[in-house]
Nanobody
Framework: QVQLVESGGGLVQAGGSLRLSCAASGRTFSNYAVGWFRQAPGKEREFVATISRSGVSTYYADSVKGRFTISRDNAKSAGYLQMNNLKPDDTAVYYC?????????????????WGQGTQVTVSS
């Protein structure tokens, strides 16, 4: 199976932007759908966005729709989450995850491969 490593987190002011990356190694990346999830202190991990194996299908949580864009580059074995107009409520540890399903899903328990997470902090 693939291994996932996130990067690109950091501290940003409200209204700013960050681009998270998810580098994959191991198995063929294009065989995996990719999802991004986040977990704020004291809260459960929640779905953010997902993209299908080919990149044709995407799906977003309502809270990020219109601000975040998920993408992937199978040639580079990498996934991305472009985050614009960030808000303090976006502060969390962001995780990249993968599964071998054909259809995209926001369900956390359908993802069996996880990265270690990257911290995103948005100051007001």
């Amino acid at each position: 199976q693939v291994q996932l490593v996130e990067s690109g987190g950091g501290l940003v002011q409200a209204g700013g932007s960050l681009r998270l990356s998810c580098a994959a190694s191991g198995r063929t990346f294009s065989n995996y759908a990719v999802g991004w999830f986040r977990q704020a202190p004291g809260k459960e991990r929640e779905f953010v966005a997902t993209i299908s194996r080919s990149g044709v299908s995407t799906y977003y949580a309502d809270s990020v729709k219109g601000r975040f864009t998920i993408s992937r580059d199978n040639a580079k074995s990498a996934g991305y989450l472009q985050m614009n107009n960030l808000k303090p409520d976006d502060t969390a540890v962001y995780y990249c995850a993968a599964n071998r399903l054909l259809a995209v899903t926001p369900k956390l328990d359908r993802y069996d491969i996880w990265g270690q997470g990257t911290q995103v902090t948005v100051s007001s």
